[in-house]
């Protein structure tokens, strides 16, 4: 596949992972459930994987793993851009 197919792909993946993250922030939001893991960022209550007993932390857990996801997706797509774009190509600025 060529490197810029590839990088293209990879871009549009990362544009719909971003617009599920703000889909679901939404929800989060307009639920009320962004308290849901209370102020135990990045855990809860101590734990990684936290026991969802409430629907507001499964929905505040979620955002956050897609989130993380999101972060990932981007630092994959800067370094691929990075490795198989040309300099000067816009998409490396």
């Known amino acids: ?44 209550n101590g734990e990684i994987v936290p026991r969802m007993p409430a629907v507001g932390t499964r929905i505040e857990f979620v955002h956050r793993v897609s989130s993380g996801a999101m972060l990932v997706a981007v630092v994959v797509l800067a370094i691929v851009g990075r490795r198989d774009l040309a300099r000067g190509h816009p998409a490396r600025r």
Do not use: E
């Open 1 to 44: 596949m060529p490197s810029r197919l590839r990088f293209a792909r990879l871009a549009v993946i990362t544009l719909v992972l971003l617009l599920a993250v703000i889909v679901w922030g939404t929800l989060v939001r307009a639920s009320g459930s962004g308290a849901g893991c209370a102020n135990h960022w990045a855990l809860r």
